[in-house]
């Protein structure tokens, strides 16, 4: 049986405007749609506007989510998975598609974990779910009224939405708009998500709707649930077809962009190419090579040079690349203490803490980053491990946290034990899979190769 998400009985509300609702009796379910009728001053708009937060209680009683309430604040919905969406979305065309889609959230601690990359990964992916080819790098200022309208409901999915309120969505729209509207719907509902509409022209919602409300002076006169008519099954039949994406263009992988890696050593210069988001091995026969290579990269006013998406980025002192989130791990160096006075949660986010004290309420914050058990995947260190290998998970886990575009990483797993090269193993694939090229100059190489993408020779 269905989940009930909104029980109204016998709900009485009244609004500012001096409308009211009378006697109101609606069951709602998951992944069912309820399509509300009625002229202008029927109370059709107000039942939409219940759920903004615009109408008092008179009596009755609700259930939101299993939950009984008299309370319908926004906020407070949103919480319970219920959104209201009218016709005029909240974007900020100062940020582009995916920020808007991730930033735009009320819950302003869920950002800490978001990088650039991530953000615009997750986006493509989310709308590629619903069938939706849009530029997530693309500014939203170029965005029409009817995309603006489709994003805010594929973000209102997105966030966990688990009933939705349309509030006169066809505002505006022409016909072949409202089937795109209508198509999204269609995969909506799929999702198991449920929906209540008030909408002027009702009668496009027909075929989605699995009862039409029919509402005049401020009550409910009849509930329809007869949606067999022929016309109504092959209209939405023909909505959700068009709505699925297609499988051999919306499933191609994008080509992976290409790094250029100037390296220069002994006088000479080496252009390395490789494709972002892998893992490659530096090897070579002789041990000096690979440690003035890394003394080249390392150094203050390089003669190196990394070229990203068509931008070179000069290595100018390990400051200036960390700006630019490029990172360098070397392990011959004498590891960074942990901090006995903090936790290995703090000390994993201790490098970063200037970054996301910006949001306020460190601890909060800190809390949210280790709940989010997607992000960190692989278990987080424990006390009760040994030091080495303590060590080397917060170590991992900082440029987990920290993200780099590049990571350069020289002779980590040839100073380390079986152990910890199995956990650092796990990590750089971790970095891999969020993006991340990761180059690798080893002394036993050995140890390297049965994992990395690509292996150059010098």
Known sequence: MREELLKLSHWHMKSAGHGTLTDINLLLRAGECVSVSGSENSGRKLLAEMFDGKGVFVSGAAWVCGQRTTDFHPQKLERSGVFYLGNDPAFMDCMDLAENFFLMRRSSHNKILLNNRAVHLRTAQVLQDFAMRYDVTSPTSRLHHLDRLLLSIVRAVDQGARLIVLDDMT????????????????????????????????????????????????????????????????????????????????????????????????????????????????????????RGCWQSLTQEKSRCTLQIGGKTLPFRGLADLRRHRIAVWDGTAEPPALQENLTLQENILLPSMPRISRCGFFEIAAKKVFS???????????????????????????????????????????SSDYTVRRILQQFVQDLCARGTTVVLLETADHSCRSFVNAEISL
């Not at 007869?226 to 092959?234: F, G, K, Y």
């Not at 992976?256 to 252009?271: C, D, K, Q, R």
């Not at 424990?382 to 920290?402: M, N």
């Open 171 to 290: 505002k505006g729209l022409n016909v072949p708009q409202i089937h795109r509207l209508l198509a999204l719907l269609g995969l909506v509902k799929e999702h198991g998500v449920a929906l209540l509409i008030a909408d002027n022209w009702s009668n496009w919602f027909e075929p989605l709707s699995d009862c039409i409300l029919l509402c005049q002076d401020g009550r409910i006169e009849r509930k329809i649930y007869d949606q067999t008519s022929p016309r109504s099954r092959a209209l939405l039949q023909e909505w959700t077809q068009d709505a699925r994406p297609d499988t051999k263009t919306d499933t191609a992988k994008p080509k992976a962009e290409t790094i250029t890696l100037t390296l220069e050593y002994a006088g000479v210069t080496m252009p390395l190419h490789f494709e972002a988001g892998t893992a490659v091995l530096l090897s070579s026969y002789d041990e000096q090579v690979l």
């Open 372 to 414: 989010d058990r997607e992000f960190w995947r692989s278990r987080l260190p424990a006390e009760t491990e040994p030091d080495s290998v303590k060590t080397a998970r917060v170590l991992a886990d900082r440029w987990l946290f920290f993200h780099p575009r590049v990571l350069f990483i020289y002779n980590v797993f040839s």
